[in-house]
């Protein structure tokens, strides 16, 4: 059963700093598309970025220039960098592996952006 990990939200002033990471076991990161995602209550999951096998990235118009993924296939873990970070950027964060045949999900780590 694959298990998922999400940490380092917290609450933090607007124009501050986190590293949140996404730690998987029963999978092989290294194998797979790992896609962030947010969520507020009352509103769907949205994408915020997406890093594939071969390190292509991609990031939610809203993040770019913000946020930075990587990827840590050594240690299976996942990386979201977020600088500059706005009261709107407020949400659980979930990390998800594209695992054929899986929709897995963690517990999602909340970051709050607030003064």
């Known amino acids: 059963q694959v298990h998922l990990v999400e940490s380092g939200g917290g609450l933090v002033q607007p124009g501050g700093s986190l590293k949140l990471s996404c730690t998987g076991s029963?999978?092989?990161?290294?194998?797979?598309?790992v896609t962030w995602y947010r969520q507020t209550p009352g509103k769907q999951r949205g994408m915020v970025a997406s890093?594939?096998?071969?390190?292509?990235?991609d990031y939610a118009d809203s993040v770019k220039g913000r946020f930075t993924i990587s990827r840590d296939n050594a240690k299976n873990a996942v990386y979201l960098e977020m600088n500059s970070l706005k009261p709107e950027d407020t949400a659980v964060y979930y990390c998800?592996?594209?695992?054929?045949?899986?929709?897995?999900w963690g517990q999602g780590t909340q970051v709050t952006v607030s003064s």
């Open positions: 998800n592996p594209k695992i054929p045949g899986l929709n897995v």
């Open positions: 029963g999978s092989d990161f290294s194998s797979w598309t």
């Open positions: 890093i594939t096998t071969g390190g292509t990235k």
